[in-house]
């Protein structure tokens, strides 16, 4: 580990009292005085970044959002696209009753996505930058190191009694990089997030283009009265509005189908 090597290395030595510092060339890095600061750091922000992705992928009942809901949306998404589909191949055809469309707004009337929750993006931006701040210091660490190495042979941290030579450089420089990559999973962590977020609204919209659709459609078939009693309703726009969407208007006039962005 880290802090063993720093603790036990014969090549580390005390600055005070085994080598004259005035002789010495220095790092200097601000707010990092070891690899034992920064890899509690970097712990820290991994850990962070794993549970908040975990919880936000993970099935939330409560807020009807997670990996499973998303998909469990695209494919009730799919179905009403594919009933739309029978009804443009057929003017004479329609749905007495499509449960489909019932089920797809009942969810959403319960969905709570993340993406429009303040503190989940005040989350997403702190672990960012923290994440990004990581980068930068194990990117600086290596840079400085290899730096002063090419100009002296031996040289201090500045702020700590630690000294690093040419024979430890190597040593020290590979637990640096373990701290890296532990950084570049941190990345990769925050951007899943964010990707996450951005599933969450592509479904929704998608869930809402399909039923809106339908709806549309089945407006201009012959009003049979087994012809379920949505069909006279304006679905949806209360749930775009409360999702912050662009709201999409059902415009069937002509020989056009479905739906026209206002």
């Not at 941290?157 to 941190?186: A, F, P, Q, W």
Request: proline share 4%; charged share 25%.
């Amino acid at each position: 580990m880290v802090g063993e090597y720093l603790e036990q290395s014969v090549d580390v030595q005390d600055a005070s009292t085994q080598t004259d510092p005035a002789t010495l060339a220095t790092l200097d890095l601000p707010q990092i005085t070891d690899l034992n600061y920064f890899k509690q750091v970097v712990d820290k922000t991994n850990s962070d970044c794993i549970a908040f992705r975990i919880e936000m992928e993970q099935s939330n009942p409560t807020r009807l959002t997670g990996t499973r809901v998303i998909h469990g949306m695209n494919n009730l998404s799919q179905s009403i696209e594919l009933a739309c589909q029978e009804l443009e191949l057929d003017e004479c055809f329609a749905f007495n009753h499509f449960p489909n469309v019932h089920i797809a707004m009942r969810a959403m009337a319960k969905f709570k996505p993340y993406f429009l929750d303040p503190e989940e993006h005040r989350k997403t931006e702190h672990l960012c930058q923290l994440a990004n701040q990581n980068f930068y210091w194990g990117l600086n660490i290596e840079l400085k190191c290899h730096e002063v190495l090419r100009r002296a042979a031996v040289f201090k941290i500045h702020n700590s009694n630690m000294i690093l030579t040419r024979g430890n450089y190597e040593e020290y420089l590979s637990h640096l990089l373990v701290l890296r990559e532990k950084t570049n999973d941190c990345v990769n962590d925050v951007a899943a997030r964010t990707l996450f977020m951005l599933d969450e609204r592509r479904a929704a919209v998608r869930m809402l283009l399909a039923c809106r659709k339908f709806m549309a459609l089945q407006r201009e078939r012959p009003c049979y009265p087994r012809l379920c009693q949505c069909r006279g309703h304006d679905w949806g726009q209360a749930h775009w509005e409360r999702l912050g969407l662009p709201v999409i208007n059902v415009s069937p006039s002509g020989t056009a189908k479905g739906f026209i962005p206002i």
